[in-house]
């Protein structure tokens, strides 16, 4: 149910989404239906005015004026149908972004002829949805015009056509959803017949060799029997638009004509009387006709794809709104990770409180878990048990612009260097706020050889390193108060991994940086030492006095000056 209303409001959102289309087609649909407004009043003035005094240039100008109301309507008409396309493109574009990200999720990306299955339905919603608009919108405009004529000319002859017009719509829009369901009933007949037909032919030697020549006889019989049924059935409410036609079409005709003695007892000429019956027969009866084919087929169809789509490609689950944190502590509580359900955790209840304002190095031999514990507090991996909050937050939920992670294979997209260092920012003071931070980071030598911020930028043509500056100083642009620096200047001489270090210690908010250095370690205020599962806090002199894993380590790294 739920998902036939989610394709039920992509139809009213698509529709609602452009109102500036929605207007003009409304516009360009009055000068449409101006015809269906004129013709009553061009016929009788031409019958009263012209020809029935022998006057045939007045009664010929009447009719060119409806001509000329003709030719603009066939201009306003190519106008709508713009409109209409400009109204079903967009549906079509949500239609297929939800049934191709569905099915693929779906499917395990496994079957790509699920997803052109899926496409197919999705062009045959788009055109059905394009002839419902379209009808739909002409009906309403033709009947608008009608009786605001009828009221102009002959308001006497409303009591004769209104009553029956509006009995036959209520016949046929109640019947419209019996029509849905023996359209369905008979189209899944049609396939299961076709299926079965198929499977026969395909096994016509087995069915030979096993003597199954009248049970399959039987099967088919029944399922033909189906069909028949399903068919007789869509028949029997097709007779029900057929007396809905007729109703609200030709019975208004048929009692202006029985009612010409009463009309003209009224003080109606017969000019207006047969201005009134152009209203009715060459107007309201073709507009009826028109919505009675149209929702029959189009609206029906349409009714049909969309049931199909939104259960061959179940909805996305619902984006959970992310939440600003208050801060940009980080707290950890009995956290353990796995990257699989059978393998040894890499994080096994760690409780850990980094406090805002902390500049935290973690240190580790390779494969300890670093990579992992920074993903977990930036939120890109979610804990199996405990959690990891970031000023209150789940890490998983917080606001995007609230912590930035920049790992070891730094991003570098093609384009200006402003926009690479800026991304996804554009504020109005761009030029000081990229000076300041180009400064801090220690990247004016690199900026200055490559010619400058409006120098178009090859990602390629860059050194890792280089890349690693133009990440650090979009970092120290973000708004985020929580930067996370998985070895982030691995790839930078220890001279200007000190310099942006030290841009970020002082940049405020809370710093963790995966060290690749001991210079880097002992920058910070509080070092991390993961081993294994277990984990070690302390200052450098602490951990190296009561952990010979950290003294190994810090030995092994060359023992470079601290800045
Ligand atoms: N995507 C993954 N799928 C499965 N196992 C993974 C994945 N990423 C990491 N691991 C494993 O998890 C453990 C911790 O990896 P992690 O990358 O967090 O360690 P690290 O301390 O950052 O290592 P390094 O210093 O080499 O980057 C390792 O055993 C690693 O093989």
Excluded at 376 to 384: D, I
Aim: include cysteine; charge should be neutral; hydrophobic fraction near 50%.
């Amino acid at each position: 149910m739920r998902r036939r209303e989610r394709a039920g409001i992509g139809f009213w959102r698509a529709l609602s989404r452009e109102p500036r289309r929605l207007v003009a087609m409304g516009l360009w649909s009055v000068l449409e239906a101006a015809p269906a407004f004129l013709i009553g009043h061009a016929v009788a003035r031409a019958i009263e005015d012209g020809f029935a005094r022998a006057e045939p240039v007045t009664g010929l100008a009447w009719l060119a004026a409806l001509g000329v109301a003709w030719l603009v309507a066939a201009v306003a008409a190519r106008q709508v149908v713009l409109c209409v396309a400009a109204v079903a493109e967009p549906f079509r574009d949500d239609l297929l972004a939800h049934v191709v990200e569905g099915t693929l999720r779906q499917a395990d990306g496994r079957d790509s002829a699920a997803v052109a299955r899926a496409t197919l339905q999705v062009e045959l919603a788009r055109d059905a949805f394009a002839a419902v608009v379209t009808t739909v919108r002409g009906f309403a405009f033709t009947v608008v015009s009608v009786v605001l004529g009828l009221v102009t000319l002959a308001p006497q002859a409303l009591a004769l056509v209104l009553p029956p017009f509006a009995a036959g719509l209520a016949l046929f829009l109640a019947s419209l959803p019996a029509l849905a369901r023996r359209q369905r009933a008979f189209l899944l007949a049609d396939e299961r017949l076709a299926d079965a037909m198929t499977g026969v032919a395909g096994g016509l030697r087995d069915i030979e060799a096993c003597g199954l020549q009248d049970r399959t006889y039987e099967r088919l019989d029944r399922q033909v029997g189906d069909q028949a049924a399903a068919a007789r059935a869509l028949a029997r409410v097709t007779a029900a638009r057929t007396a809905a036609l007729a109703v609200g079409g030709w019975l208004p005709v048929m009692l202006v004509l029985a009612g010409t003695p009463w009309l003209l007892d009224g003080g109606l000429g017969p000019g207006v009387i047969v201005g009134t019956l152009a209203y009715v027969a060459q107007s309201l009866a073709p507009a009826l006709g028109g919505l009675v084919q149209g929702l029959s087929v189009s609206g029906v169809r349409l009714a049909a794809t969309l049931r199909r789509i939104a259960a061959s490609a179940p909805p996305a689950p619902r984006a959970r709104p992310s939440l600003r944190p208050a801060s940009s502590d980080v707290r950890l509580s009995s956290v353990t990770f796995a990257y699989g359900p059978h393998s040894a955790p890499v994080l096994d209840g760690l409780d850990l409180v980094i406090p805002e304002g902390d500049h935290l190095a973690v240190v580790g031999p390779s494969g300890a878990g670093k990579s992992t514990l920074a993903a977990l507090v930036s939120g890109m991996l979610r804990p199996a048990e405990g959690e990891v909050l970031v000023g209150g937050v789940p890490a998983d939920r917080i606001d995007p612009d609230a912590r930035v992670l920049i790992p070891q294979e730094a991003y570098v997209f093609r384009g200006t260097l402003a926009e690479n260092l800026a991304y996804p920012q554009t504020p109005a003071d761009l030029k000081e706020r990229l000076d300041e931070a180009v400064a801090a980071v220690g990247v004016r030598e690199l900026v200055d050889a490559l010619g400058g911020y409006e120098a178009l930028l090859d990602p390629a043509a860059l050194s890792a390193g280089q890349r690693q500056l133009v990440a650090l100083v979009r970092a120290y642009l973000a708004p985020a108060r929580l930067v996370i620096l998985d070895e982030a200047t691995c790839h930078l001489d220890p001279a200007a991994e000190a310099r942006a270090e030290a841009a970020f210690a002082r940049r405020g908010g809370t710093l963790i940086v995966v060290a690749h250095r001991l210079t880097s370690a002992l920058r910070a205020r509080r070092i991390l030492l993961m081993d294994g599962t277990r984990v070690t806090v302390g200052t450098h002199d602490e951990l190296a006095k009561v952990s010979p894993l950290y003294a190994d380590l810090a030995g092994h790294w060359h023992p470079e000056p601290v800045s």
